[in-house]
């Protein structure tokens, strides 16, 4: 089988992370598109917003009614930080009748080179680099054929959806909706997260 594999903090996921996810599949005939979730996510400096559990129980949410999509929760059960590199050569041991392709967003493949062990990431997987904001596929272009002249990196343009985990999270903690930005079960759980939040917050009886 070929399957698409999308890594991300989730801190929390969002209808852009699912919508890149259906037009890869479609565009590349991937029979399904796994979800891993970072456990301690190497290169963002903070911490991220919501523990493990909860970003992968907010990705099972967010994947249940596609037959084709998947949650992994591999990366949260290996202790240490979680490497791109060690998830692939986990998959590839796993499962060596399948074919993988690695989808990242143009932003995070721009940040490749601060990868572990980068250099072996598209001996493991075939990368998929999807387009994302203003900026132009071409930069990326021009990137791989710097850092990998030997591999054939696939480039495709994707429905433009502003979305970001960060700006989900400014507006949680801002009390303000997010809905339409996450899928709807998503929605629903994190109205329970933010019930937590204004609990927290001081000068209630
Ligand atoms: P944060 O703001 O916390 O970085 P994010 O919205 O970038 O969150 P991530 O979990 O960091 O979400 O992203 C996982 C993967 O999905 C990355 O490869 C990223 O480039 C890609 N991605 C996320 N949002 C979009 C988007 N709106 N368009 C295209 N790609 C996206
Ligand atoms: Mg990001």
């Known amino acids: 089988m070929r399957i698409g594999l999308l890594g991300g903090t989730f801190d929390p996921i969002h209808l852009a992370h699912l919508r890149i996810a259906e037009e890869v599949?479609?565009?590349?005939?991937?029979?399904?598109?796994?979800?891993?979730?970072?456990?301690?996510?190497?290169?963002?400096?903070?911490?991220?917003?919501?523990?493990?559990?909860?970003?992968?129980?907010?990705?099972?949410?967010?994947?249940?009614?596609?037959?084709?999509?998947?949650?992994l929760d591999l990366e949260g059960r290996r202790p240490g930080p979680s490497y791109t590199v060690d998830t692939l050569k986990e998959l590839r041991q796993r499962h060596p009748q399948h074919e993988f392709f690695f989808i990242?967003?143009?932003?995070?493949?721009?940040?490749?080179e601060t990868w572990y062990q980068y250099p072996r990431i598209p001996e493991l997987a075939r990368l998929v680099v999807v387009s994302r904001g203003e900026f132009p596929l071409e930069k990326a272009r021009i990137r791989a054929r710097e850092l990998f002249?030997?591999?054939?990196?696939?480039?495709?343009?994707?429905?433009?959806?502003?979305?970001?985990?960060?700006?989900?999270?400014?507006?949680?903690?801002?009390?303000?909706?997010?809905?339409?930005?996450?899928?709807?079960?998503?929605?629903?759980?994190?109205?329970?997260?933010?019930?937590?939040?204004?609990?927290?917050?001081?000068?209630?009886?």
């Open 104 to 112: 990242l967003g143009l932003d995070a493949f721009l940040e490749i």
């Open 25 to 71: 599949r479609e565009e590349l005939a991937l029979s399904e598109v796994w979800f891993i979730p970072a456990g301690v996510p190497p290169h963002k400096r903070a911490e991220p917003h919501l523990p493990f559990e909860e970003r992968l129980r907010l990705v099972e949410l967010a994947v249940k009614d596609h037959p084709a999509f998947r949650a």
């Open 149 to 205: 002249p030997e591999k054939e990196i696939l480039f495709l343009s994707v429905t433009r959806l502003d979305i970001s985990s960060t700006d989900i999270r400014r507006r949680l903690k801002a009390g303000l909706s997010v809905r339409y930005l996450v899928p709807e079960p998503v929605f629903e759980a994190l109205k329970n997260f933010r019930v937590i939040i204004e609990n927290d917050a001081p000068g209630r009886d």
